[in-house]
């Protein structure tokens, strides 16, 4: 007798003689050799019987299985012998009844004893009988009857768990149980009825494919099988649908996996079963997405630049046609997967869009357009353009020669940033504008392409939105402004074509009568003043100056007046003294009447700007040093009493820059008399 484990004592209801080899079924011949799993050991395995993987019922009485019950504490029995005999049960049965139950039983609930007994005896299998175990489990997938489909798919998973479980498992080892699992795969995707587990075993597949280092050479008759697949089939076949969108997501899946040069079969002929799908009226929308899936992969990872003109002509055509239907039946999720796929080509081969390069990126842009799809979805056609944009050589080269892009790309950033609610508590804060996604991607528009290009092309546009009756599209025109010159590369670039722009933002501060509009113009000077320094200041000095003052004293809407204060800081902070001499008598007396203020955070403003007043007068300043330094004195004692160090800090700050203003002569005597805090 050939035996898998030492010599003990089996259960009482297993035969004690068990039969001969010579008896036994071919396929488990491998399996009781000594190896106990070995898969070198492994031979001699055939497939059984599709009757005796079969059964009619579960429930039939006419043929009891001699099952072996759970040993109680006080049997001579011990656990690895119960373990054992049923192991031994599931391998060697004529039918697949008992590897049925057992299957049945890891489908039991949590915590449920069953289940426990269950997988204990997985465990004892796959760490005694692994590859046995694995070749049974393969045999049940190919010839399992169809009603037992919940127990097939619990096979199908725990074979997957054992075979994918690390990154050293069994599929790396062993060559037997490579090829005999492959056959079985390519059965089970052939013959499988259950959708369910057709997915499952498609996801199974290319995990295994990704395994493969040249999968083309390794496993030909995978990508054999998908390309019968695609071009075969019949319409009066119920299921014929599914599983050619099945066997186009597999192509999908594999396309990055296959080199151009193991493939078996030729690219051409990948190409024109994706053309048949595309011209057959009689497909669904849902094959045709696939295959507008798997014809972005075949350009990205099957051409290259001396042939992809060939296929990339019609194909992007496809995959457009695709695209604007999908439009039409709102369908957000296919879309997006779509453009996508788009992002990545362009990011990987810019150039395979310049047959199209036109009327694929307008295309994309008409999603921006769909009243009924979701935001996220205009996003990512944005991020599309974005993408292409970000692309230094091709992808810049191409959007800047083309006469139609640049200004319908405006439009599309216009009418989104257009799309806000007039929620007073939200979008009022710079940090809640840059959070905006179309304010990140117009900022990386704007770095990657320059203010020149999207500025030239931007008069007419701001014009139209600026002179609009709703405060959506005004503020669209302002704001977009701002994020240019906050954002883009160059700065200096956009100062040939602000000027005509700049008058009616700063006019908006002082009579927009809606406060995001007012917030807008504010943001938009304070990245001006950055941004465009000094020639902002110089020339716009006399307008700008009266309009931020009105705007510290919007006390009805205080973001607008926060606002106020930081544009005010960086416009006086880039001034030059001979600029800021005709505004110091007002601006200081207005700063000095808001240091009265009991609020900490206009208080903490006015010190900041006044600091930057201070820094910029220089000399000028001296003639106000005398009616500055009480207030500063009082904020410096009273914050440093109520250990308001945030405070504290601004007004050092601030008496630090006054008297590098003033100078040493005009602070001798504050120098002398004021008690500095201990902490400081």
Not at 284 to 293: D, F, G, N
Not at 355 to 373: A, K, N, T, W
Not at 518 to 545: C, G, N
Request: net charge neutral; glycine share 2%; proline share 5%.
């Amino acid at each position: 007798m050939v035996s898998t484990t030492s010599s003990s004592p089996p259960p009482r209801r297993v035969s004690a003689r068990p039969p001969s080899r010579s008896l036994l079924p071919l396929r488990f011949k491998a399996k009781l050799l000594p190896g106990r799993g070995n898969p070198s050991k492994s031979r001699n395995w055939s497939r059984p019987s599709p009757s005796r993987l079969g059964p009619s019922s579960l429930s039939s009485q006419e043929s009891p299985l001699p099952l072996v019950s759970p040993l109680s504490r006080s049997s001579p029995y011990s656990t690895r012998d119960y373990l054992r005999s049923k192991a031994i049960q599931i391998l060697e049965s004529p039918d697949a009844l008992p590897l049925t139950f057992f299957l049945n039983e890891l489908n039991f609930s949590e915590n449920s004893i069953d289940l426990m007994n269950a997988r204990k005896l997985l465990n004892y299998l796959k760490k005694n009988y692994l590859t046995s175990f694995c070749l049974c489990l393969v045999s049940y997938l190919k010839f399992c009857a169809i009603e037992f489909v919940n127990c097939k798919e619990c096979a199908f998973d725990v074979l997957c768990q054992i075979l994918t479980e690390n990154e050293h498992g069994l599929w790396q080892k062993t060559s037997f149980m490579n090829k005999e699992l492959k056959s079985a795969l390519l059965d089970c995707l052939n013959t499988e009825s259950s959708i369910k587990i057709l997915h499952k075993i498609l996801d199974f597949v290319v995990t295994i494919a990704t395994k493969e280092v040249r999968l083309g050479n390794e496993w030909p008759e995978l990508l054999e099988f998908v390309y019968v697949s695609i071009g075969s089939g019949s319409d009066s076949d119920s299921d014929f649908e599914e599983k050619l969108k099945c066997a186009i997501s597999l192509l999908y899946k594999l396309i990055p996996q296959c080199a151009v040069e193991d493939l078996v079969i030729s690219i051409d002929s990948f190409y024109d079963s994706l053309m048949d799908i595309f011209d057959s009226e009689e497909m669904s929308l849902e094959v045709q997405v696939q295959a507008a899936l798997a014809s972005n992969r075949f350009l990205c990872y099957w051409t290259n630049r001396s042939d992809h003109d060939r296929y990339s002509t019609v194909l992007l055509v496809k995959i457009v046609l695709t695209i604007s239907t999908l439009i039409e039946h709102r369908s957000d999720k296919d879309i997006q997967a779509v453009v996508n796929e788009l992002t990545v080509l362009v990011k990987e081969k810019p150039w395979s869009l310049s047959s199209q390069f036109d009327y694929l990126v307008l295309s994309v842009l008409r999603i921006v357009d769909g009243v009924e799809l979701q935001d996220r979805t205009k996003i990512i056609a944005l991020e599309f353009v974005v993408a292409l944009s970000e692309k230094r050589v091709e992808g810049r080269r191409m959007l800047r020669r083309s006469q139609y892009i640049i200004p319908k790309l405006l439009e599309k950033i216009l009418f989104l940033l257009a799309n806000l609610e007039d929620d007073p508590e939200s979008g009022t804060a710079e940090t809640d504008i840059q959070n905006l996604p179309v304010v990140r991607c117009l900022a990386r528009i704007a770095a990657a392409l320059g203010g020149e290009v999207l500025v030239n092309n931007f008069p007419k546009l701001f014009a139209i939105h600026f002179g609009a009756e709703d405060w959506q599209s005004r503020h669209a025109a302002v704001l977009f402004l701002g994020i240019v010159a906050e954002k883009c590369s160059k700065p200096k670039e956009l100062k040939h074509g602000w000027n005509q722009m700049a008058g009616r933002i700063i006019l908006s501060v002082k009579e927009d009568i809606h406060p995001h509009v007012r917030w807008a113009a504010l943001y938009t000077i304070k990245q001006f003043s950055k941004h465009l320094k000094p020639e902002f200041q110089d020339k716009y000095h006399e307008k700008v100056m009266p309009a931020l003052t009105k705007a510290m004293d919007d006390f009805n809407n205080p973001r607008v007046q926060v606002q106020a204060y930081l544009a005010l800081f960086d416009f006086t902070w880039n001034c030059s003294s001979s600029t800021l001499k005709p505004h110091l008598k007002e601006i200081v007396n207005k700063l000095l009447k808001q240091l009265q203020k009991v609020n900490h955070t206009v208080q903490g403003e006015t010190l900041k700007v006044l600091s930057a007043v201070a820094h910029s007068s220089q000399d000028h300043f001296a003639e106000y040093y005398s009616s500055v330094m009480p207030y500063l004195k009082v904020i410096m004692t009273t914050a440093n009493e109520e250990l308001d160090h945030n405070h504290l800090a601004d007004s050092v700050e601030c008496i630090t820059m006054v008297w590098l203003a003033v100078g040493k002569d005009k602070i001798r005597s504050d120098i002398e008399m004021l008690e500095w805090p201990n902490d400081l």
